[in-house]
């Protein structure tokens, strides 16, 4: 980090430039003309999503200007949006459907180019790996914003019988591309609905693992004497049970249950996080500046907030990511021994256990016989590209250079 | 050396209190699961009666302080008691799944551990080469499957699509072993799941080698040996290898914790009659004494394994005997 990072320069609001304003008028526009289209069908919901996507785009406009973007980053948000906009018009049946996805696939579209944006000094450097990575996290999150309408039929829905040859037609229209399940769902579908099920909880899970880990390892490393000495030995109690039948304990007793599942894994993974969090901030507690921080008379709160919590973020961000892949395949081992999310929700890991036996096909229809493990490839993807991301950010924080 | 000793015995009886407190934390989560055995194993057909005589019969009428304490008295001097649902010694029935996943683990870290020390000191005495980025890429891609994914694509590769005329595959994609198969034939067996456990632990064993021996590669008496004229590769073995030694041998027992403790999924894929699967099926079916028994060995394992990694650390590394 240079010095030029720490200290931003005086920078005055400046006046937005004509891209900047072309590009909040249609991120109001495009969700808007939706909303006006499928207002006939859900209206509620419809309502709901225009006074959302109203209240995004004026927030955007409020701020824009303090991103101080260099004119061709806004100029490439802009771009986003309007590919996304083409999209929405050419396939404005499926999208006037689903008002919601539309608007938070607007949102994710808008967020991903103004991180994009924001980093493009250090992306446009990354390694041919970090970029993959990225590309694939990206897609990732889009996907599981508008899951409903890439997905051609329901989750849940039964179009025809099961274990159907890739690319057969179903009765009711429709081609069922990656064959059909057990029940004989549209195995694409299902794939892309695991994907929003699995990757949104896996999400959920590593924010709620961080809150608490983080600010638990904080707070004893800060306090020190009693409290951390208790939290560690606690720590160390749980953390000498195997996560995993741990967790099947734990589920077996309190049921199975998305919410369940999240506090579990949270709880189970969080003791990993207070570990680290901790010994980062034992360096840190101890500099001058926490030091002053504590003489001034700064509450505790301050000091964790203001003071450690700046100069621990590399690694926990670092950790972040490992963290999500942790989870992420956490929550696929479990849902393969059949305590994750519980059907007829999709979710990958259950998925590759319910159709495992074709794999003994492979002699008749090779096709077929690879499809379980497609949703494994899945979950595989996601975690390397992360892994990648990762690698590059700490490569980059830790100042290693050839 | 007193000092060795203490510390050994110190972290021992910190050990100890750990597994107490986790055969604590087992024993009563186990009393708050919905139901209890004989409930689960008469399922339809119980009646009031039948299910307490049963009760009864396996001391579950007591109260809960009364049969942990049962417990630990027995469990002190290593009898586990009898396995609920078929009346045999909870030792024997473990006892034949603990050698079947130990000698798993064993097979896995034969492979493994020499392999990754090989790979990874060679990505350090060639690093920042195509060979070090090729190996880079592979082991983060390695790192990031899951072990299923792992396991059915080397089923798939090297079990079923090899199946011939005669319909048998090179290798079989069930490891079925049980006592008396013969140690080749067990070996072949077993070669899917230890493949599949090697793919798994290799990745992360070789980084931590590769990035502990680069981390000592600053250091000024390596400067010197360079500047004393010594080959690469010399300077790589000889003298950061035994300095890096610490990092290594702590990631290299933690891993093979996990190839004991973490390989349910890997035996549920493959059918091995291991410690997890058992111990899974045992959650199932309320089999309270099994559980206990199978947990504290994942529990015991754990805890020595560290111990172990702590004292090498300790050994190699006198300063920290001394802590200030």
Not at chain 2, 135 to 156: D, G, K, M, Q, R
Not at chain 2, 236 to 248: D, G, Y
Not at chain 2, 284 to 290: A, E, G, I, M, V
């Given at each position: 980090m240079s010095a030029t990072d720490i200290i931003p320069p005086p920078e005055l609001a400046k006046p937005a430039s004509m891209a900047c304003r072309l590009g909040s008028a249609l991120t109001v526009l495009i969700p808007l003309a939706v909303f006006a289209i499928s207002f006939s069908a859900d209206s509620a919901s419809a309502i709901a999503g225009m006074v959302a996507s109203v209240v995004f785009g004026g927030l955007l406009y409020r701020f824009w200007g303090r991103l101080s973007l260099p004119p061709i980053r806004e100029q490439a948000i802009?771009?986003?949006?309007?590919?996304?906009?083409?999209?929405?018009?050419?396939?404005?049946?499926?999208?006037?459907?689903?008002?919601?996805?539309?608007?938070?696939?607007?949102?994710s579209v808008v967020v991903l180019s103004m991180m994009v944006a924001v980093t493009w000094k250090e992306t446009r450097k990354a390694p041919i790996t970090a970029k993959f990575g990225l590309i694939i996290i990206a897609l990732n999150i889009l996907m599981v914003c508008i899951a409903p309408i890439l997905a051609p039929h329901e989750q849940s829905q039964v179009l025809g019988g099961a274990y159907m040859v890739w690319g057969t037609p179903f009765a009711d229209g429709g081609t069922a591309w990656f064959g059909t399940d057990e029940l004989g769902r549209d195995y694409l579908s299902r794939m892309i609905y695991a994907i929003r099920n699995t990757v949104g909880i896996a999400i959920v899970t590593t924010a709620l693992t961080f809150i608490v880990g983080a600010f638990v390892g904080l707070l004893a490393a800060s306090l020190r004497g009693w409290v951390d000495q208790s939290l560690s030995r606690m720590v160390d109690v749980l953390m000498a049970i195997p996560p995993l039948i741990f967790a099947l304990l734990i589920l077996t007793v309190v049921g199975t249950g998305v919410?369940?599942?999240?506090?579990?894994?949270?709880?189970?993974d969080s003791t990993r996080v207070f570990r680290l969090s901790r010994s980062v901030a034992m360096n840190i507690v101890v500099m001058d500046y926490v030091e002053a921080a504590k003489l001034r008379g700064e509450k505790l709160m301050y000091v964790i907030w203001r003071e450690v919590l700046p100069n621990a973020a590399a690694p926990l961000i670092a950790e972040f990511g490992l963290r999500f892949c942790f989870v992420f395949l956490f929550i696929s081992s479990l849902s393969f021994l059949g305590l994750g999310l519980q059907p007829p929700t999709a979710d990958l890991g259950s998925m590759v256990r319910d159709s495992a036996n074709l794999i003994n096909f492979y002699q008749y229809n090779k096709l077929m016989a690879i499809t379980p493990l497609l949703p494994a490839f899945a979950i595989a993807l996601l975690t390397i590209a992360v892994n990648f991301v990762v690698d590059w950010f700490l490569h980059k924080t830790s100042g290693l250079k050839e | 050396m007193d000092r060795v000793f203490i510390t050994i015995a110190q972290r021992l009886g910190l050990g100890v209190v750990t597994l107490f407190v986790v055969s604590l934390i087992i024993a009563g989560m186990l009393e708050t699961l919905p139901g209890d055995f004989c409930q689960a194993f008469y399922g339809q057909q119980a009646t009031e009666k039948t299910?307490?005589?049963?009760?009864?019969?396996?001391?579950?009428?007591?109260?809960?302080?009364?049969?942990?304490?049962?417990?630990?008295?027995?469990?002190?001097?290593?009898?586990?008691?009898?396995?609920?649902?078929?009346?045999?010694?909870?030792?024997?029935?473990?006892?034949?799944?603990?050698?079947?996943?130990?000698?798993?683990?064993?097979?896995?870290?034969?492979?493994?551990?020499?392999l990754s020390l090989f790979l990874g000191i060679l990505a350090a005495l060639y690093r920042y080469s195509w060979y070090d980025r090729l190996?880079?890429?592979?082991?983060?891609?390695?790192?990031?499957?899951?072990?299923?994914?792992?396991?059915?694509?080397?089923?798939?590769w090297l079990s079923i699509s090899t199946i011939g005329a005669d319909g048998t595959p090179l290798f079989?994609?069930?490891?079925?072993?049980?006592?008396?198969?013969p140690f080749w034939t067990r070996a072949h067996m077993m070669f899917l799941p230890a493949l599949t456990l090697t793919l798994v632990v290799v990745a992360h064993m070789m980084r931590m080698t590769r990035a502990a021996i680069i981390n000592l590669l600053a250091s000024p008496y390596i400067e010197m040996a360079r500047l004393k004229g010594i080959s690469n590769s010399r300077i790589?073995?000889?003298?950061?290898?035994?300095?890096?030694?610490?990092?290594?041998v702590n990631v290299i027992a933690l891993n093979l914790a996990y190839l004991i403790v973490g390989v349910v999924i890997v035996e549920v894929v493959l059918s091995y009659p291991g410690l997890g699967k058992i111990l899974v099926d045992?959650?199932?079916?309320?089999?309270?004494?099994?559980?206990?028994?199978?947990?504290m060995i994942f529990a015991a394992t754990y805890v020595l394994l560290n111990l172990t990694a702590d004292i090498v650390t300790i050994v190699s590394n006198p300063r920290l005997l001394h802590p200030r």
């Open positions: 802009v771009f986003c949006i309007l590919v996304y906009g083409a999209f929405v018009a050419v396939y404005l049946e499926g999208f006037s459907l689903y008002p919601w996805s539309t608007f938070s696939g607007l949102v919410i369940k599942l999240i506090l579990v894994i949270a709880l189970l | 299910v307490a005589e049963c009760r009864q019969r396996n001391h579950l009428d007591e109260s809960f302080i009364v049969r942990y304490g049962i417990w630990v008295k027995d469990a002190v001097q290593f009898d586990f008691g009898e396995s609920l649902s078929n009346k045999r010694d909870v030792a024997q029935v473990i006892g034949v799944r603990l050698e079947n996943t130990l000698f798993l683990a064993g097979f896995a870290a034969a492979i493994s551990v020499p190996v880079n890429v592979f082991t983060l891609t390695s790192i990031s499957f899951p072990e299923f994914f792992v396991a059915y694509i080397l089923i798939l079989p994609n069930m490891a079925m072993v049980n006592v008396d198969t790589i073995v000889k003298h950061a290898l035994p300095n890096a030694l610490a990092p290594i045992a959650v199932k079916f309320r089999d309270f004494p099994l559980v206990q028994a199978s947990v």
